[in-house]
T-cell receptor, first 115, second 115 residues
Framework: DGGITQSPKYLFRKEGQNVTLSCEQN?????MYWYRQDPGQGLRLIYY???????QKGDIAEGYSVSREKKESFPLTVTSAQKNPTAFYLCASSQDRGTSQETQYFGPGTRLLVL | KNQVEQSPQSLIILEGKNCTLQCNYTVSPFSNLRWYKQDTGRGPVSLTI?????NTKSNGRYTATLDADTKQSSLHITASQLSDSASYIC??????????????FGTGTRLTIIP
């Protein structure tokens, strides 16, 4: 899991509720990412950030929001607009998104369940 | 459409035996191919990364091969151990129209090692 931490490990959401997943890295990496993992599917990119105060939508950004106020932190908010939020959420970071051989280091993940 | 297909979907082998996992892709233009190991309920961990010009790369008992002409890769595990039980994910990257790197994830092969 490298120097990336995610919390909580498990999170329960009630209908209509926004919840925020935490992701912190101490690797001094510039780029950070959020992925969603569902059974039988490959990881899908939700949002990514290459630098502080800047972030871009991934392939499935609808119903999610992020912020990047500090280099080491990239929290993900799952809003009530996300109708099927139950999934395993993975945060990752890399030194520089522009370099093709940069390895992405993943956190331990947060499992989100809907009550 | 950029796709990454892995086979088999699942595999069970005896401890000490060798095995080979397959990855076929249609991603273009190809940038690099990575293999990740993901333990249940944890984040993926990088095993190897190969560029277009590399045919093989090893990491301990793991050896990855790449045939860029046929767009195929394999991950060979030698003398399997119980700790090899995990999902193995093939990830292919390409450069988008905007010049940034994008990743396409396979759905993984679930490997179970039995004593």
């Amino acid at each position: 899991d490298g120097g990336i931490t995610q919390s909580p490990k498990y999170l329960f959401r009630k209908e209509g509720q926004n919840v925020t997943l935490s992701c912190e890295q101490n690797l001094n990496h510039d780029a950070m990412y959020w992925y969603r993992q569902d059974p039988g599917q490959g990881l899908r990119l939700i949002y990514y950030s290459q630098i502080v105060n800047d972030f871009q939508k991934g392939d499935i950004a609808e119903g999610y929001s992020v912020s990047r106020e500090k280099k080491e932190s990239f929290p993900l908010t799952v809003t009530s607009a996300q109708k099927n939020p139950t999934a395993f959420y993975l945060c990752a970071s890399s030194q520089d998104r522009g370099t093709s051989q940069e390895t992405q280091y993943f956190g331990p993940g947060t499992r989100l369940l809907v009550l | 459409k950029n796709q990454v297909e892995q086979s088999p979907q699942s595999l069970i082998i005896l401890e000490g035996k060798n095995c080979t996992l397959q990855c076929n892709y249609t991603v273009s233009p190809f940038s690099n191919l990575r293999w990740y190991k993901q333990d249940t309920g944890r984040g993926p961990v990088s095993l190897t990364i190969m560029t277009f010009s590399e045919n093989t790369k090893s990491n301990g008992r793991y050896t990855a091969t790449l045939d860029a002409d046929t767009k195929q890769s394999s991950l060979h595990i030698t003398a399997s151990q119980l700790s090899d039980s995990a999902s193995y994910i093939c990830v292919v990257s390409y450069l988008s129209n905007f010049g940034n790197e994008k990743l396409t994830f396979g759905t993984g092969t679930r490997l179970t090692i039995i004593p």
